[in-house]
């Protein structure tokens, strides 16, 4: 008798699989209103917030109704529970990433913040201590390091020779490592 009545049980879900395929109005509410209170008490395990979960059970519900006629489950209560258990595991993962995010942001921020003061102060000490070294020195180093220029090119803008050039970017940045020996290893990122 009781193989007879879960028999008949499971023919009437399918029964109703059946009728929610074909548009049966009446069928979803059926389903709606069997499996609702379940579904919302099982999203807010997962969620801890019951108006959330209301949500997320409404979305699988609105779903199962868009998409009745592609339903391959033998189980509507098992569509709709993976539904639902999917979206909360899909939700939370997207909270902790956001949290994540939003605090690797707020790091950056404070500490690019931090870095933007740092680097104008660098880079205000680095244009005083280049303006600071004597005039062909300094045209020889701003046309290597801020034009690009390599050695035989300043060599040959300038008509020196190319040891004069190579030995003119040595002296400038001992004179600058010397100058801005406090910040070398941000100097050192610079250059």
Request: neutral net charge.
């Amino acid at each position: 008798m009781t193989k007879s009545l879960h028999t008949n049980s499971f023919a009437g879900a399918d029964l109703l699989l059946e009728r929610l395929k074909a548009g049966d109005r009446n069928a979803f509410t059926l389903l709606f209103e069997y499996y609702y209170t379940g579904l919302v008490v099982f999203a807010d395990r997962y969620l801890h917030d019951t108006e959330l979960a209301e949500d997320i059970v409404q979305s699988a519900f609105v779903r199962l109704w868009e998409n009745r006629q592609a339903i391959k489950s033998p189980s509507v209560r098992y569509y709709l529970a993976s539904a639902v258990k999917n979206s909360c595991i899909d939700l939370i993962r997207k909270n902790e990433t956001q949290k994540k995010y939003a605090q690797r942001q707020t790091f950056q921020e404070t500490d690019h913040g931090n870095d933007f003061w740092a680097e104008s102060e660098l880079q205000q000490l680095i244009e005083t201590a280049i303006g600071n070294l004597p005039q062909r020195c300094r045209e020889i180093f701003i046309l290597s390091r801020y034009d690009g220029m390599k050695s035989h090119e300043i060599a040959q803008k300038l008509q020196l020779s190319q040891r004069t050039v190579e030995t003119q970017i040595t002296n400038a940045l001992k004179i600058l490592r010397k100058e801005l020996k406090d910040y070398l290893f941000q100097l050192f990122l610079t250059f």
